[in-house]
């Protein structure tokens, strides 16, 4: 069955500079690839979504990349601010008729 | 678009009894779905309805979880006969878009069973 990896450990980043977060998974690539943003107590927010035929999406300080050969995605934040610091989500969806599958999120922790 | 709106925002119940949670989505979207979130860990998908029908139930739900929403508004989830092990965050997310594409979450429902 399809996994998603994430990194467990927490990723400490300081002002400034680029945040890269990491969505390995296994067996097939997936239809889409989805990252969200999670406060503590708060459900996720949708950032942005990625198909299977894209390389690389924008969204204002966000960047997310597609990599089907490595089974990566990669979700980039530059200029990083301390109100950036969360758990990001990567989401997949092996179908468009399939419910998602989710990482486990990986902690952002943005130094002032 | 006030948003999507799940009450309560905490539930503390003693193991065997009954819960029900509410979920409000926003108002015009048609996809309503139920998560289950433990701490450290991603939603796990539990149900999902479009407008009134429940067209997919996961077959890790027990038959103790059930789900309706009637007049393809407003949704709840009842837990019946709580387990400690029920107790995690109880999350609830509409869409307009394609299936499980842009979820709008709600704040959930923290359920702590004793």
């Known amino acids: 069955s399809q996994k998603i990896e994430q990194n467990s450990e927490a990723l400490n980043i300081q002002e400034g500079k680029t945040a890269t977060l990491t969505c390995n998974y296994t067996n097939y690539s997936p239809a889409y690839l989805q990252w969200y943003r999670q406060d503590p107590g708060r459900g996720p927010v949708f950032l942005l979504l990625?198909?299977?035929n894209e390389k690389e999406k924008r969204k204002e300080r966000l960047k997310v990349t597609f990599d089907t050969t490595l089974k990566q995605s990669l979700f980039h934040i530059t200029a990083s601010q301390p109100a950036d610091s969360a758990t990001y989500l990567c989401?997949?969806?092996?179908?468009?008729?399939?419910?998602?599958?989710w990482g486990a999120g990986t902690k952002l922790i943005i130094k002032p | 678009d006030t948003g999507v709106s799940q009450n309560p925002r905490h539930k503390i119940t003693k193991r065997g009894q009954n819960v029900t949670f509410r979920c409000d989505p926003i108002s015009e979207h048609n996809r309503l779905y139920w998560y289950r979130q433990t701490l450290g860990q991603g939603p796990e998908f539990l149900t999902y309805?479009?407008?009134?029908?429940?067209?997919?139930k996961s077959r890790l739900l027990s038959d103790r979880f059930s789900a309706e929403r009637p007049k393809g508004s407003f949704s709840t989830l009842e837990i019946q006969r709580t387990e400690q092990g029920d107790s995690a965050m109880y999350l609830c997310a509409s869409s307009l878009d394609a299936l499980n594409e842009k979820l709008f979450f709600g704040s959930g429902t923290q359920l702590s069973v004793l």
């Open positions: 990625i198909r299977e």
């Open positions: 989401a997949l969806a092996m179908d468009s008729n399939d419910q998602l599958i």
């Open positions: 309805f479009q407008n009134e029908a429940q067209l997919e």
